[in-house]
């Protein structure tokens, strides 16, 4: 990673610390071996439950059918790798999770080295990384390294050693709700079964629970449902139990992804485009980020896939930095924590989603009380002596009462008041006080 | 005509065919000496019914009053000529049909030079050119040539001959249905008026002619019907008789014109613009052809002014090649079968024709019926081995299975995949057998 | 001022003799010492009275509540200076109004040079002007002077005296009805506060008076509201007593300001953006003027915002010349009659009012009545003989004929046919009288 380019986000003390906090929290997490199931998985949620008391662990049995899918048997795996013609060692499953197909079946057996090819996967455009390959849904075994090393490898008999199995079990997921006010729920998704991959993806999971922490640190007016589930299976497994829960209640929601690096900003639409979560995120990346890559719903690939399908129609959007599918590292070895996520990355990340969540929380659709222009003067609210310029200053809170008809909500002002709208609550709650808007 | 631009547009040998035989019938038509009215029209509506055995050729007897307009009387010629001071013969209607004026009464007089340029016309700024034109509803004579040839004439007694009359009689058109599984339609209007000029205009009913015989060759979803018209009159008491049948059948429909040369694409709009027709015409042009000119409802110029006119409202466009009065030809003897219409250009023209009958022949409005994204990988729709680039493949399944949310018709799906509406329809049925989409 | 900027604006002889009458009841009313109440305001709308003896002069009382407002008491002044050291006097409010802060209560005090600057106002960046300063609604007082004769001021004994009181009185305006065949009302408001400012604000009160003229010469169809009121606390309180009536009435409306100078166009929209008053002002700008400023609804600075303000709603919209705030002279003494304001200039927008009413006279819903495209050769509005080239004259009418549906007011014809919308007065009435078009 090069040159980190600079954006107009000043970071507080709390959101540097919430990057720190994220950062160490992805170290730990780390070496889990995850997968859409099994024992990395559980091990991952409970630690995030360490932190986050009130999650709760879901649990779908192996077998059972949620919307369309059906959920596969759990796999375990206890070792694995191979044995080179000299008898040394490679494709550690011990050295790295990613040296494994994810989901493999068991093999011990001896292969030439023309035959093992059949079962190795590399990537010649990146030599020196290991690429990412699962096969969930189709039994198979593999082992996954990088190019360089497997062109190394010299003719001979090689054992291929997988100790795994697959036995029903449970698929599991977190969740956390966090209850306000309101019935009004923000929803926010993130997955948890990725391997040792640093931006895509445990950053998602990890500011994921930093923000938890904030949002649970003061009352808040509107109630939050966090997800954290396996990709896919998961977010289809949970909709099949909520679906029509979360039609009912969720104005707004995000699917926490790839947000480590700091090489970017990124935009994700949901399917219909222009939902409440559409409208905050582009407020909040034109307003405090400046430049950001605008994506389509075709670039999508995610759990916004299912969120937003046809007859869900959540309004769930995606704020990403650099987008899965969009960076070198991405699914290979290469995306590891040194180098590709940082703390202050995550910082950016966690600054710009409470934003998100702030203008969002004091979201309203203010009303101007008072007809025609309010004498501001008696109030102490504009200057007593007018003068050529002199009246600047007072020049939002009049266009401010001017756009609230009723018509458009807080977020609408602010676009065209070209500021945050969080920013305005202070400006309303002080007409309010003054009986000039509600 | 100079080098000719390229195309994205691929010909198959039907479409070839098509458009040889499309020629080969502007070759036959050309000498027949078409107006409004008689026995030139007739002829070529009879050599019309020779090809299609279901036209129907109607009849509307002069004075007719139909909507606004009244049928004027047929006009019957047998000859025509100009006789020069040594008797040599020139503009003779033997040799070009274009040497009279359309609708001239009859005459045989003497006249100096002088006295004569009052009944010649012909085109300083195209001196070779005899141009086309018509007196209709208002009784003269007159005699078109070449501006070249005129200046050559030297003074003396000349002899003004034309051997024509007015009589009731009746106007005519062609009519013919295809019907289809549905009542719904596609109307093809194009007019058949016009004398010897060859992209404006026998490549209209040469070409409709080509796709009549395609469109009776299978069974079809929706019902067709067929126009050979004379242009403004003979839409006109088409419309005085079938208005009402017309707008509560026609979905789309487009006015064929200009369609036998190969230097231009060119859409003109209906009145409203965003009509069937119009999204049909510019989605073919978009997907197959790429750049076209985009024209205006105030550059229309032929029967579209009769069938979008307010209250008819008819949702009717038209796709062209060199558009009438945009290219040097136009209503001149230049306007020829060699060297400006091909039947290359013929066979793109039916080329596109036939896409946008597809598209609409294709249309509905699909709907996925599954909730969240399907489980393609169990049906055999997704490679079981997840790898880094290795899904780009089913991308398009995807998206479509994301669009059809029975919002959107084919058509608005396939420009949101960037692909031809007729080309999805394979994946439609895929989709259907699987009882994944409806 | 540099060089005019040619408009495409062609002025006829009674716009020309509008801009000098106006021009010349500027001068008049030049010396009269304006303020937001009192004598000066008085005399200025008895002036106008003389012209317009329809004008009725309202009265509200000091002290009363009008809408969110206060009637402040009224201001009486008989003389203001500065006596410096030498006994020499200056800042005398006989030679410049503006050089007492609008508003200043009484005083006759002795000062020494460092005090008194407490109570100067001037413009360091523009050395040369006197300031425009008021303290409406708060008590205070101060004198206005330009900065290169406050630098001058040598250290001594300053004696400053304003004679001046406040008094229970009452606000004024001016209200003249002209009432057409329509209960539906044009309204046009300008102020009359401005003490010696020619563009900001003699230019507006000149040139209404000019239009009230005007229109009042002939019958019309729509009637007319014209307001001369004090800025802001004027209009607020008119739309305290007629707010109603208002809302019921008015179907377009401007507010006339900075319409005396030649270097400028600007639009300001109402704040909907899209009522008939902008539709109108755009459609005259666009068609008569070219080049314009188009201004945002953050950019007002008038009583728009009282007229559009949430719950009132007028459609209100203002064309200017050079807008207030945007041009050097502007709230000082720099804005003079002589080198800022010119005849010509308010001829010009004595001529863009005067058509953008015109085209308002003339709007209506025009139909066309007959089925298809009209057979206007029969009507002798088409050319008989038909030839390349020859139709361009009846373009407009077909085209005119062809929008005339019934969904498109005359404003939105005009747009699309790219001319004045009142210059197809005589073409609609063609049109109505052979049956063609209501």
Redesign the interface.
Known sequence: MSALPLTGLLLNDSARAAGVAAYQLAKELWPLPRSITGAGLRATLKRLQAQLPGLRIGRVPSGAKV????VPDEWEIRDAYLEGPDGERFCEFKHHNLHV?GYSEAVDRHYSLDELQAYL?S?PEQPDAI????????R?FGFCLSHRQREALRPGNYRALIDARHVPGELNYGELLIVGESQQEILLSTYVCHPSMANNELSGPCLLAQLATWLASAPRRLSYRLLFVPE?IG??AY?HEH?RELKAKVIAGFNLSCVGDERAWSYLPS?AGNTLADRVALHVLKQSVGSFTHYH??DRGSDE??Y??????LPVASVMRSKYGSYPE???SLDALEGVVTAQGLAQSFAVYRQMLECLEANCRP??L??????L??RGLYP?????GSTDAV?QL??F??Y???SMDLIEIAE?LGVLASTLVGMLEKLQSHGIMR
């Open positions: 919307l369309d899918w059906i197909v996967h990537l690429p990412y390959v699962t096969s969930y849904y189709q198979r896919m977010s289809i909709l679906v399917r719903w075709r896939s299912n937003c399908a046809p007859g869900i129609d991405y699914h290979t009303q101007t008072v007809l025609g222009e309010p004498q003067g008696r007593s002596l007018s003068m050529k020049r009049l266009d009462i001017s609230a008809d009723g065209q």
